[in-house]
């Protein structure tokens, strides 16, 4: 069993997960939160010092995770349009599509503006890089993003559940910042461990993405944590 962990420290810092395919249980700290504090999801703790008050997770890879993946997502899309690629090929390909429009986003003044308009732009271009040379990679765009808008595309991380119910017992409120775009609002009312959660800050709604400082800036000041 490897014990979850959730550290806030002054200097702004949010726990969030390190996930990837091959090791999904790690979880890495940024800049982001208030004061001290160590979780642990095995053991019962005692509510902390006043001054922490509020934990915020990110949600994909955290919280929530795609089921099925997003390449198996993306693969059974294309297959409705008559393009087959292995899985393998698709991740591979999704990588590099990634990172390029987090190169682009990164290059721009301001670095890692956003909004609505630049979020579903922004997977537009991943999605056509993907299957780049197919006529119809715009429809399978169109079609994954009304897919990953559906509460039957996401299942719960139970590491995460795991750690936002260890926040809870705690005496914590708990909030959510995520670099999805507005999907994540009306999926935030029927998705668990989701449903509840009353403060929910989007990039595409805040107008910055993470790595941004405006990002974490905006979250803080909207929790009254100026």
């Known amino acids: 069993h490897r014990d979850l962990h959730l550290s806030l420290r002054r200097q702004r810092q949010m726990c969030i997960r390190d996930r990837t395919q091959n090791n999904p249980a790690i979880e890495t700290v940024v800049n982001f939160g208030v004061s001290f504090l160590h979780l642990n999801v095995t053991e019962k703790i005692e509510k902390p010092t006043a001054e922490v008050d509020t934990v915020v997770f990110d949600v994909v890879g955290t919280l929530l995770e795609p089921s099925p993946s997003v390449a198996k997502a993306y693969k059974n899309s294309a297959e409705t349009f008559g393009v087959t690629l ?9 990588s590099v599509a990634w990172e390029n429009q987090e190169l682009f986003d990164s290059q721009q003044q ?23 040379g197919y006529t119809v990679a715009e429809k399978i765009f169109e079609d994954l993003w009304l897919h990953f808008g559906k509460p039957s595309s996401w299942r719960p991380v139970v590491q995460g559940c795991q750690l936002l119910e260890t926040a809870r ?11 999805f775009d507005e999907r994540l609002l009306p999926l935030a009312q029927c998705v668990e461990p989701l449903i509840g959660i009353e403060n929910i800050f989007a990039s595409s709604e805040i107008g910055w993405r993470k790595p941004a400082v405006e990002f974490f800036r905006t979250v803080e000041s909207r929790l009254g944590k100026d």
Do not use: H, M
Not at 169 to 179: P, Q, R, Y
């Open 169 to 179: 017992e705690a005496g914590l409120k708990v909030a959510l910042a995520s670099n």
């Open 110 to 132: 301001p670095a890692f503006r956003t909004s609505r308009r630049r979020e579903y732009e922004r997977w537009k271009q991943i999605v056509c890089e993907v299957f780049e």
């Open 86 to 94: 292995p899985e393998a090929d698709i991740s591979k390909r999704f």
